[in-house]
């Protein structure tokens, strides 16, 4: 519905219409592309919850109906929880193209060797890190309040900036954990393929594709007690199946396929 409803529809230009792109750039900055399809998968998984949604309906009404979602509505909805507006709200969307966090307690800082985030979000998490860093001046001048205040580039962040860089990543991790402050070392997506816990998971998974051989990929993203699934085979080439749909769904023999692939119908 509405003026714009032939337009075309891809992740970035409903990045760019529904305020993603600017907020993430922030204030007086330049827009910012966010390269994962934030608006693709948010629909896609809109689309899951309102079948479910209508399945329930229809087993407690026995009446089926029609459901439709938009990229439109996921990109209102991924930014839902910034969307709630009152007097005085502090401004919770707006980012900036060099964002390192929103706190010095809540922050990206680069280590020795590469880099993490930090998020101590309780009064436990913040006596626990002055412990860790050991800075004499660290709880005295600062309360939890005043350090979760401060600007994420100010000068609680330019101290802590100095302290992180003296160890590396898996050194402050342990520490971190081991006090329970919430913490994450930041990964490339070549270590994320290589990391322990998303292969517990099943997070990813290997496929022989006809053409270019060995590919991993994503794998499931929910599991089921009692009806355990597989990705069974990898993404299709261009008409791969066109065949076997043809014949399974809509009845055709083998002939009337070979005359529609001879025609250049289908492929």
């Given at each position: 519905?509405?003026p714009?409803?032939n ?9 760019a ?10 204030h007086a ?9 934030v ?6 998984t ?19 109906q ?12 991924v ?21 390192w966090?929103?706190?010095?307690l ?11 985030f930090?998020?101590?979000v ?10 860790i860093?050991?800075h ?36 402050w991790?342990?520490?971190l954990?081991?006090?329970g402050?919430p ?5 490339s ?18 496929h022989?594709?006809?053409?270019w ?16 699934a ?8 261009l008409?791969?199946h ?5 014949r399974?769904?809509?009845g055709?023999?083998m ?7 001879e ?5």
């Amino acid at each position: 519905d509405g003026p714009d409803y032939n337009q075309p529809s891809f992740d970035p230009l409903l990045q760019a219409h529904s305020g993603i792109m600017q907020a993430q750039g922030g204030h007086a900055q330049s827009p910012f592309y966010l390269t994962c399809g934030v608006c693709d998968y948010a629909a896609a998984t809109l689309t899951a919850y309102g079948v479910s949604a209508a399945l329930y309906a229809r087993n407690r009404t026995g009446k089926g109906q029609h459901v439709e979602t938009s990229l439109a509505n996921a990109a209102m909805a991924v930014q839902s929880g910034d969307f709630i507006f009152y007097p005085d709200r502090p401004d919770l969307e707006n980012g900036a193209s060099d964002l390192w966090g929103t706190s010095p307690l809540y922050r990206i800082y680069l280590t020795a060797d590469s880099s993490l985030f930090l998020a101590v979000v309780e009064e436990a998490h913040w006596q626990a890190l002055g412990q860790i860093v050991n800075h004499a001046d660290l709880r005295q001048n600062y309360s939890l309040q005043t350090a979760s205040e401060e600007d994420a580039d100010g000068a609680l962040s330019l101290t802590l900036a100095d302290i992180f860089r003296t160890q590396i990543t898996t050194d402050w991790i342990t520490q971190l954990d081991l006090a329970g402050i919430p913490c994450a070392p930041i990964l490339s997506i070549a270590e994320l393929f290589a990391d322990e816990h998303i292969a517990a998971n099943n997070l990813i998974t290997t496929h022989r594709h006809p053409e270019w051989g060995e590919v991993r990929q994503t794998g499931l993203f929910a599991t089921f007690s009692r009806t355990p699934a597989a990705i069974p085979r990898v993404a299709p080439i261009l008409g791969q199946h066109t065949s076997e749909v043809l014949r399974e769904v809509a009845g055709y023999d083998m002939e009337k396929v070979s005359q529609l692939i001879e025609a250049g119908a289908i492929k």
